[in-house]
């Protein structure tokens, strides 16, 4: 069921799988343990995952990068778990500009 869901929205589950792999790996290897990041960087990680995956790897392509032929699902799913691991990273220092953006400045 959750397969026919991902083929209906044009994900793919590996990818998918790798990515919230990747979050996971991220959230453990923290050093603070807080819970949003122990739920959040798993979801972060295969939402990411799942839309830039393929994008990253066309890209990639495209610009001339060697990549290995044979293994082009192996490729894929390296770049879902790399993308997985670092979009909650990502997402982190996103926040943190919109929030130094939009916060109110206290003159002094």
Same mark, same amino acid.
């Given at each position: &069921?959750?397969?026919?869901?991902?083929?209906? %929205?044009?994900? +793919? /589950?590996?990818?998918?799988?790798? $990515?919230?792999? $990747? $979050?996971? %790996?991220? @959230? %453990?290897? =923290?050093? =603070?343990? +807080?819970? =949003? !990041? &122990?739920?959040?960087?798993?979801?972060? $990680? /295969?939402? @990411? /995952?799942?839309?830039?995956?393929?994008?990253?790897?066309?890209?990639? +392509? @495209?610009?001339?990068?060697? &990549?290995?032929?044979?293994? !082009? #699902?192996?490729?894929? %799913? @390296? /770049?879902?778990?790399?993308?997985? &691991?670092?979009?909650?990273?990502?997402?982190?220092?996103?926040?943190?500009?919109?929030?130094?953006?939009?916060?109110? =400045?206290? #003159?002094?």
């Amino acid at each position: &069921m959750m397969h026919d869901l991902f083929d209906l %929205l044009g994900i +793919k /589950a590996p990818v998918v799988v790798a $990515g919230l792999s $990747g $979050g996971v %790996l991220r @959230a %453990l290897s =923290r050093h =603070r343990y +807080k819970l =949003r !990041e &122990m739920v959040a960087s798993p979801i972060c $990680g /295969a939402l @990411a /995952a799942a839309y830039l995956t393929l994008p990253v790897v066309s890209y990639f +392509k @495209a610009s001339g990068i060697p &990549m290995p032929d044979p293994a !082009e #699902d192996t490729t894929t %799913l @390296a /770049a879902a778990f790399l993308i997985g &691991m670092s979009a909650m990273w990502i997402s982190d220092i996103l926040f943190e500009i919109i929030v130094q953006r939009f916060k109110p =400045r206290t #003159d002094e």
